[in-house]
């Protein structure tokens, strides 16, 4: 069974960073793009940023600069490294991504299970 772990969130100051981690785990034959999103109480699930399997990656307009995805595609992992972060980042983060597993070799679009991230003023 195909599934992403995420880890890394919690409380932290605001000026304060983060870094987020999602595991891809199973029996996975690739993986295309891998992104972030976030969904703060009261608001849509937006995308924050994603990075496609070469490398090439897009962030959100309104982090200005402040975040950094990255991935190790032989660990089928995806990081997100958060600086800077404000009040208003607070959110449950989500990790997403287009796989493809060996029980079918199509390729299937997955969500983790979220992680809080809480910066306090």
């Known amino acids: 069974q195909v599934q992403l772990v995420e880890s890394g969130g919690g409380l932290v100051q605001a000026g304060g960073s983060l870094r987020l981690s999602c595991t891809a785990s199973g029996s996975i034959f690739s993986i295309g793009i891998m992104g972030w999103y976030r969904q703060a109480p009261g608001k849509q699930r937006e995308l924050v940023a994603y990075?496609?399997?070469?490398?090439?990656?897009d962030y959100a307009d309104s982090l200005e600069g402040r975040f950094t995805i990255s991935r190790d595609n032989a660990k089928n992992t995806v990081y997100l490294q958060m600086n800077s972060l404000k009040p208003e980042d607070t959110a449950v983060y989500y990790c997403?991504?287009?796989?493809?597993?060996?029980?079918?070799?199509?390729?299937?679009?997955?969500w983790g299970q979220g992680t809080q991230v809480t910066v306090e003023d």
């Open positions: 997403n991504a287009d796989l493809a597993p060996y029980s079918d070799y199509r390729v299937h679009n997955y």
């Open positions: 990075i496609e399997s070469d490398g090439s990656s």
